[in-house]
């Protein structure tokens, strides 16, 4: 873990903003939204971890996006983290770097409204496509109604 710990800070450097060491095969960095592309490119290209999914949570005053990646030599998992704002949930595609995000970072535009700028098909996956605007479901304030 110590290894892979040396190898992030420094290919990524000042980018991380907090490394939370979960237990010993997982691991989470903080970085902010403007890094997330870079800090991507670098994790997946360059340091070759194996693509595992992306999530999406809403907090209480923000939106979390994860991006969740496989060192499987290392057996660790490292899980890039990052806080979008309530108001304006919105965040660069990468499926320009990984074409198979696509699908969930479609997933969490309509189901948590969490706009990914750049993607080639923003478009329903999950719901019908006469679904109503700005209604999504795994929203909070679905809930409260």
């Given at each position: 873990m110590k290894d892979i710990i040396g190898i992030l800070k420094e290919n990524l450097g000042d980018r991380i903003k907090e490394i939370k060491i979960h237990n010993n095969r997982?691991?989470?960095?903080?970085?902010?939204?403007?890094?997330?592309?870079?800090?991507?490119?670098?994790?997946?290209?360059?340091?070759?971890?194996?693509?595992?999914?992306?999530?999406?949570i809403e907090n209480f005053d923000s939106f979390e996006?994860?991006?969740?990646?496989?060192?499987?030599?290392?057996?660790?998992?490292v899980s890039i983290r990052t806080y979008l704002d309530k108001e304006k949930p919105e965040i660069e595609s990468l499926t320009d770097i990984i074409p198979g995000i696509s699908y969930i970072e479609r997933e969490m535009w309509e189901l948590l409204g969490i706009n990914f700028t750049g993607h080639p098909q923003l478009e329903h996956f999950l719901l019908r496509d006469d679904w109503e605007k700005g209604n999504y479901p795994l929203r909070k304030e679905t809930y409260e109604q």
């Open positions: 997982r691991i989470y960095l903080t970085i902010e939204k403007k890094d997330i592309k870079d800090c991507t490119k670098i994790i997946f290209k360059d340091l070759n971890a194996r693509y595992i999914i992306a999530s999406g996006v994860l991006y969740h990646f496989g060192f499987d030599k290392e057996g660790t998992v």
